[in-house]
């Protein structure tokens, strides 16, 4: 029986968590020491002390006996619970070894079922048809060595590009994160200069997220003022762009022509000056055509309402008369596609100070509206107050109408003065002032050309000249030319001063101040009273010889010639032909003409000679 291998079916005792609790080990300290009431401190420390000296106590007799007692009990206990685990055991192993009986059975039941079938249980037979499950026998497969290296190898590999992968993804995106600094810096950099450049930077109305920058006039036309409102955006580099919206045509500029026959003979500059490296210069251009546009607007108003001025509008181009053979015309041009002619600053010089006369005219037109907007406003009226035409159009057509008033008359006079000197005749012809010249100051304006508070005064007066003429017998004529296209005066008007030396003259009984409408009422009356008055310088010249005037009206002498013979004639005319004299001698009629387009020369017989040699003498 020694020899024989001894097996325990018992299980390991399990954990008891009874025996850790507090109250298990508060009643298992009673049952060995007694009350807490006999446990003192003192009895405490001689115990310890005790055991450090290997004096061990021993332990009474009744606790003896109630471990004996809790040992039987104890050992019970744990062996039901031995028994029962056994049979738990015994029962999985049943378990195990039937299910494992079906499968072989189920197994063979492809091969021999006959066989199969007595070994296969009640329930498989009912649930799983014979035949259902089969095996095959197969060469199992050991991993070589090398591929579980390289697996590891390729582990270690998708984990360093995982990390490789995520180290670029912060380095690019600190690096587009100091890209995206630097265009902020850039961008805010330029909005700050702009700021202290004076332009007036603020949100938009319309997206308070976006910056805006307004260029445009606030008197503007509404369409006009609204347009000057940009947004500032940020391009690719960082650099601010002018966000102008779909309204945005392009640079314009407004060109100013002298068109003849066709023939451009000159035009005033299109193209800015400078370039578009700063902002400040892109929002001056873009001020400028902003401010170019809304003038050709203001412009095709008010044409439509001065067809009486021959202004006309052909197609894109504002039309008006300049001088006799050619014209102005104004337009509308893109600077990007406009191509200049090449024509010299001399030529122009004219379309440029009426390019430049229009823009100072809207400046003013913008004061004005300004000027209107401080004051109370009118009361409140169920009739809509149409917006007025400014005037643009009228201070140019009123200058250049009394620049050729003005020309005309002095080449009249110029005329006039030819044909009167060749026949040994005064004639001076003098402009003592004209509102053209801004240096001379006239109406009390400043003399200093420079500002535009002078220029603009001055385009906007009326204008006057005044010109002195000295006749032959020191009579004296002053012309005043009045040009104005406001009211009361529509046009140019002409005023005549005559000063007379002569009192029993003619002359000295007309009107000393004459008005005159129109340049051929005062081209007649200018040659009648320079015909009497030349007839009254002969006179006086030939007083003795027997000569007289019969009407004082009339630029005619008469004398006796002897009781049968008729009375000889001298009568003297002036037309646009020059100089005529006409007489009756002795029954024989002739005349002399001395033309206005001729000048004196040797030889030419002067009014007295020319009488001389017709009647022999200056007198009977």
């Not at 003429?469 to 002409?494: A, C, K, R, V």
């Amino acid at each position: 029986m020694a020899d024989q291998l001894a097996l325990s079916l018992r299980a390991w005792p399990p954990d008891d968590k009874t025996t850790e609790s507090l109250p298990y080990l508060i009643a298992r300290i009673n049952e060995q020491r007694g009350s807490f009431r006999n446990i003192t401190e003192a009895s405490l420390e001689e115990e310890i002390q005790a055991t450090k000296a290997g004096e061990e106590e021993d332990p009474p007799a009744d606790n003896d006996a109630f471990q004996d007692s809790q040992d039987d009990k104890t050992k019970g206990d744990e062996l039901a619970v031995a028994r029962e685990d056994i049979i738990k055991r015994v029962a999985e192993a049943y378990n195990t070894s039937s299910q494992a009986l079906d499968l072989v059975s189920l197994l063979l039941t492809s091969h021999t079922p006959k066989v199969a079938e007595a070994t296969v249980s009640p329930y498989v037979k009912q649930t799983i048809p014979f035949g259902s499950l089969g095996a095959e026998i197969m060469q199992a497969t050991k991993e070589a060595e090398p591929e579980e290296t390289s697996n590891d190898l390729v582990g270690l590999g998708w984990r360093m590009r995982s990390l490789t992968r995520s180290a670029t993804s912060l380095l690019t995106s600190a690096a587009r994160l100091e890209q995206e600094m630097e265009r902020e810096s850039t961008y805010w950099q330029q909005v700050l200069e702009v700021k202290e450049a004076g332009w007036p930077v603020s949100r938009l109305p319309g997206d308070r997220q976006a910056l805006g920058v307004r260029f445009g006039f606030a008197e503007a036309h509404a369409e006009f003022r609204d347009r000057g409102l940009v947004a500032l955006r940020r391009d690719a580099d960082g650099n601010v762009e002018l966000d102008h919206g779909q309204r945005w045509r392009g640079e314009k500029r407004i060109r100013v022509r002298v068109v003849q026959d066709g023939r451009v003979l000159a035009e005033s500059p299109t193209r800015s000056m400078g370039d578009d490296k700063t902002l400040s210069q892109r929002l001056l251009r873009a001020r400028n055509s902003l401010f170019d546009e809304e003038l050709y607007h203001e412009l095709s108003r008010e044409a439509r309402n001065l067809v009486s001025q021959a202004v006309r509008c052909v197609g894109p181009n504002i039309c008006f008369p300049y001088d006799a053979d050619s014209q102005i015309e104004i337009s509308l041009v893109d600077v990007a596609m406009e191509e200049p002619l090449g024509v010299s600053s001399e030529d122009s010089t004219k379309p440029s100070a009426i390019a430049i006369s229009l823009r100072l005219l809207l400046s003013h037109a913008h004061n004005q509206n300004l000027q209107r907007r401080l004051q109370p406003p009118p009361p409140i009226t169920d009739t809509p107050t149409a917006r007025p035409f400014y005037s643009l159009l009228r201070p140019i057509l009123e200058i250049i109408q009394h620049q050729s008033m003005r020309k005309t008359v002095q080449a009249e006079f110029d005329a006039l003065k030819l044909a009167l000197s060749t026949a040994s005749l005064s004639f001076t012809p003098e402009e003592t002032s004209s509102s053209l010249d801004l240096n001379r100051g006239t109406n009390g304006f400043p003399t200093d050309p420079s500002t535009a508070k002078t220029l603009i005064n001055w385009l906007i007066q009326p204008h006057h000249s005044q010109m002195t003429l000295s006749l032959p017998n020191h009579t004296t004529l002053m012309l005043d030319i009045h040009t104005g296209f406001f009211p009361p005066t529509f046009g140019t008007s002409f005023q005549l001063i005559t000063a007379s030396s002569a009192p029993e003259s003619a002359i000295a009984d007309m009107p000393q101040v004459m008005q005159f409408s129109t340049i051929e009422k005062l081209r007649k009356h200018i040659w009648y009273v320079t015909s009497l008055d030349t007839i009254a310088a002969f006179q006086a010249t030939a007083s003795a010889s027997g000569w007289t005037q019969p009407s004082r009206y009339q630029a005619e002498l008469q004398r006796k010639n002897g009781a049968s013979r008729p009375r000889d004639r001298l009568s003297v005319n002036i037309d646009s032909d020059g100089l005529t004299a006409s007489w009756v001698c002795s029954g024989k009629t002739g005349s002399r003409v001395w033309k206005s387009d001729s000048r004196a020369e040797d030889g030419v017989l002067s009014l007295v000679e020319v009488v001389k040699d017709q009647f022999g003498r200056v007198g009977g």
